[in-house]
């Protein structure tokens, strides 16, 4: 590989990507100055709460669009492997390696949207959980008090709960996107056997169809959430 391999999406690469990527509607909140509230005479504690609203908002819509820039990486890699059928070409070494980083990078950047939407929604919805144990799961939308917040998070969870699965692997486990050549040990009854199978991969477009139907759930999720919470 050579630094030359390396190459941006270019303009009609986005061009193309941009017509079929879901759009992620974000919040809109007004800042509110905690200090000036104060000054007003209001409580305390509902002007640190107002201001910091704003800022998970401001928060959540800086990691939805780092979200929607890597998945313009993860689309623009994959196609130029399929377009690039030569396995000598150097370009093709480089983006079959950026392609599973853009993945994996993905996956971190999905995840950490929805627990800063947590963050979010704890402050709207007064929850009062500390910020240092909030996880956006079954448990946290539980305690969910408006209605249509709550049922559009449980589809969402749903709906996305086979790709957790794939972020606990690339966070805690066997790197999904390697492939998978360890030996195995295989108890009988008889005896034991150290037996080599055939090296174990999941196809690169399975991760694919996964990041689409991720991106579908979060637009789906934040078109209904830009209308609830203002």
Same mark, same amino acid.
């Given at each position: 590989?050579?630094?030359?391999?390396?190459?941006?999406?270019?303009?009609?690469?986005?061009?193309?990507?941009?017509?079929?990527?879901?759009?992620?509607?974000?919040?809109?909140?007004?800042?509110? $100055?905690?200090?000036?509230?104060?000054?007003?005479?209001?409580? !305390?504690?509902?002007?640190?709460?107002?201001?910091?609203?704003?800022?998970?908002?401001?928060?959540? +819509?800086?990691?939805?669009?780092?979200?929607?820039?890597?998945?313009?990486?993860?689309?623009? /890699?994959?196609? #130029?492997?399929? =377009?690039?059928?030569?396995?000598? $070409?150097?370009?093709?070494?480089?983006?079959?390696?950026?392609?599973?980083?853009?993945?994996?990078?993905?996956?971190?950047?999905?995840?950490?949207? #929805?627990?800063?939407?947590?963050?979010?929604?704890?402050?709207?919805?007064?929850?009062?959980?500390?910020?240092?144990?909030?996880?956006?799961?079954?448990?946290?939308?539980?305690?969910?008090? +408006?209605?249509? +917040?709550? =049922?559009?998070?449980?589809?969402?969870?749903?709906?996305?709960?086979?790709?957790?699965?794939?972020?606990?692997?690339?966070? /805690? #486990? !066997?790197?999904?996107? /390697?492939?998978?050549?360890?030996?195995?040990?295989?108890?009988?009854?008889?005896?034991?056997?150290?037996?080599?199978?055939?090296?174990?991969?999941? =196809?690169?477009?399975? !991760?694919?169809?996964?990041? =689409?139907?991720?991106?579908?759930?979060? $637009?789906?999720?934040?078109?209904?959430? $830009?209308?609830?919470?203002?």
């Amino acid at each position: 590989m050579k630094a030359d391999t390396f190459k941006y999406p270019t303009k009609e690469e986005r061009k193309k990507i941009n017509q079929v990527i879901s759009e992620v509607k974000n919040i809109e909140v007004d800042y509110k $100055s905690a200090t000036i509230a104060i000054l007003e005479n209001e409580p !305390f504690e509902n002007a640190i709460k107002s201001e910091d609203i704003y800022w998970w908002s401001n928060c959540l +819509t800086n990691r939805l669009g780092k979200l929607r820039e890597t998945y313009v990486y993860v689309q623009t /890699h994959f196609l #130029r492997t399929k =377009e690039d059928v030569s396995k000598e $070409s150097l370009n093709s070494y480089t983006d079959k390696i950026l392609l599973d980083y853009y993945i994996e990078i993905f996956y971190y950047f999905y995840f950490s949207s #929805r627990d800063v939407l947590g963050q979010l929604i704890n402050l709207v919805e007064d929850l009062k959980i500390e910020e240092n144990k909030i996880f956006l799961n079954e448990k946290f939308v539980e305690k969910v008090k +408006t209605s249509k +917040t709550k =049922e559009a998070l449980n589809d969402f969870l749903n709906n996305t709960k086979d790709s957790y699965k794939i972020r606990n692997s690339f966070n /805690h #486990r !066997f790197t999904p996107t /390697h492939i998978d050549n360890r030996a195995t040990k295989n108890i009988t009854k008889e005896d034991n056997t150290i037996g080599f199978n055939i090296p174990a991969e999941i =196809e690169i477009e399975t !991760f694919i169809d996964d990041i =689409e139907n991720l991106m579908n759930q979060i $637009s789906s999720l934040m078109n209904i959430l $830009s209308k609830e919470i203002k």
